[in-house]
């Protein structure tokens, strides 16, 4: 027989990185591919950001935040950590929505590095035009 619990499920996005977070009533831990999160993400000004949805909405330390994290870079896999918190506190609680949009925090940053097209260097640098 399958369990109930309380987690909510979310994604969120930015770049290429995927973030699946699941929320649950508790004290405020936040667990990022089985670590705890100030080990996973070690600069400050990472933390304050990933933080900012729950300190909006004045939810600290009322969930607990596990998060999987894949793709892209670090302040990619940060962006997406943001999205998929304030995407999980929406599912808790839909009055928060007004305040998260408002804060621009449920924008997927939609920006992905744009691919090397043939015959050229990169992707909008060309080679050195010569007429003769």
């Given at each position: 027989?399958?369990?109930?619990?309380?987690?909510?499920?979310?994604?969120?996005?930015?770049?290429?990185?995927?973030?699946?977070?699941?929320?649950?009533?508790?004290?405020?831990?936040v667990v990022v591919n089985g670590k705890d999160?100030?080990?996973?993400f070690t600069t400050e000004s990472m933390r304050g950001?990933?933080?900012?949805?729950?300190?909006?909405?004045?939810?600290?330390n009322k969930f607990d935040i596990f998060a999987t994290l894949d793709g892209?870079?670090?302040?990619?896999?940060?962006?997406?950590?943001?999205?998929?918190?304030a995407r999980a506190l929406i599912v808790a609680n839909e009055d928060l929505r007004a305040e998260l949009k408002k804060a621009g925090m449920l924008t997927r940053d939609s920006r992905v590095k744009e691919r090397k097209k043939?015959?050229?260097?990169?992707?909008?640098k060309h080679f050195?035009?010569?007429k003769r």
């Amino acid at each position: 027989m399958a369990k109930t619990t309380d987690m909510i499920w979310a994604t969120g996005r930015r770049k290429c990185a995927v973030a699946r977070v699941r929320i649950a009533p508790g004290t405020g831990k936040v667990v990022v591919n089985g670590k705890d999160w100030k080990e996973y993400f070690t600069t400050e000004s990472m933390r304050g950001y990933i933080a900012q949805p729950l300190a909006a909405v004045d939810a600290a330390n009322k969930f607990d935040i596990f998060a999987t994290l894949d793709g892209g870079g670090i302040s990619g896999q940060a962006g997406a950590l943001r999205h998929g918190i304030a995407r999980a506190l929406i599912v808790a609680n839909e009055d928060l929505r007004a305040e998260l949009k408002k804060a621009g925090m449920l924008t997927r940053d939609s920006r992905v590095k744009e691919r090397k097209k043939p015959g050229q260097p990169g992707a909008r640098k060309h080679f050195q035009f010569s007429k003769r």
